[in-house]
């Protein structure tokens, strides 16, 4: 959950996430192993910012959020933290923050347009965990390791429960919350914390096997299935299914929608325009 190294503030040539865009897939990688890829002020906002700029960029139909080093990412900054313990409020406003920018950050994620894979090699711990599962995809390699440990610190972690909360069965989750112990990639998958897990370092080509997939597809029913697939969980039955024929209504008047059913009647592979 913490960074154990000096504060290390990044220069201008030394990112803490660097990007790079190829054949409609993003790959943003967190760029600070020896701070264990923590997810301090700095790391946040440039994650925010990356994601922010992703999101009205044409030319990328699918993210994929990998890390340096053997540490996916260990949570909040704890000597961030910890150095508010001194403020005159005892530190409530500096975490209120903190928490507040680390919410959005998660939530900019389930509202990018674009799908979202993790790509896991290492550890992911807390906040590193909740960034895991606020990812609509991930992968890790098979020695992967995830937690949410904060109980064992006097600390229940109640931010990375809401992402959990939205990805496993109830009682698995409270599992991870109530004993923060260590659950090991086979155990992610059968819990549904991850998708697929592949060799040990192979998280990253196997995240973008799926992208690479992904992009092929138009962007039209990815783009607006990824943001009906949220807004339906939240809605009665009933609601849910009025409001998914309403998308799908919408979805069939595309122009893509018009061609892939043509090609299937006509035995042909479709042309996207993305439209």
């Given amino acids: 959950?913490?960074?154990?190294?000096p504060a290390h503030v990044p220069a201008a040539a030394d990112p803490v996430v660097k990007t790079a865009v190829a054949d409609g897939i993003a790959v943003l990688t967190l760029a600070r192993p020896e701070r264990r890829n923590s997810l301090s002020e700095a790391m946040m906002a440039a994650l925010s910012s990356a994601l922010a700029e992703i999101a009205v960029d044409p030319r990328v139909r699918v993210v994929v959020i990998e890390a340096e080093?053997?540490?996916?990412?260990?949570?909040?900054d704890l000597k961030e933290i910890q150095s508010h313990?001194?403020?005159?409020?005892?530190?409530?406003?500096?975490?209120?923050?903190?928490?507040?920018?680390c919410a959005a950050l998660m939530t900019s994620i389930v509202r990018l347009p674009?799908?979202?894979?993790?790509?896991?090699?290492?550890?992911a711990t807390a906040a590193g965990c909740q960034l895991v599962a606020s990812c609509d995809?991930?992968?890790?390699?098979?020695?992967?390791?995830f937690c949410t440990p904060g109980v064992n610190i006097g600390l229940f972690c109640h931010t990375p429960m809401v992402a959990l909360t939205r990805n496993l069965v109830p009682k698995h989750a409270m599992e991870m919350l109530l004993l923060g112990e260590w659950v090991h990639?086979?155990?992610?998958?059968?819990?549904?914390?991850?998708?697929?897990?592949?060799?040990?370092?192979?998280?990253?080509?196997?995240?973008?096997?799926?992208?690479?997939?992904?992009a092929e597809k138009s962007q039209v029913p990815v783009k607006l299935g990824k943001a009906a697939f949220?807004?339906?969980?939240?809605?009665?039955?009933?609601?849910?299914?009025?409001?998914?024929?309403?998308?799908?209504?919408t979805n069939m008047l595309a122009r893509d929608a018009d061609e892939g059913i043509s090609a299937v009647i006509e035995k042909r592979h479709p042309t996207w325009e993305d439209r």
């Fill in 114 to 123: 674009q799908p979202v894979i993790a790509a896991v090699d290492g550890m």
């Fill in 137 to 145: 995809l991930a992968v890790a390699g098979e020695k992967a390791r």
């Fill in 1 to 5: 959950m913490s960074a154990h190294a």
């Fill in 69 to 76: 080093g053997p540490v996916f990412s260990a949570g909040h």
């Fill in 185 to 214: 990639a086979p155990d992610a998958l059968r819990m549904g914390l991850v998708n697929r897990v592949v060799p040990d370092g192979g998280a990253l080509e196997g995240a973008m096997e799926l992208a690479k997939r992904i």
């Fill in 230 to 249: 949220y807004a339906q969980a939240e809605l009665t039955l009933d609601e849910a299914y009025a409001y998914a024929s309403e998308v799908m209504t």
């Fill in 85 to 101: 313990r001194g403020d005159a409020d005892r530190g409530r406003a500096y975490f209120d923050a903190v928490l507040k920018r």
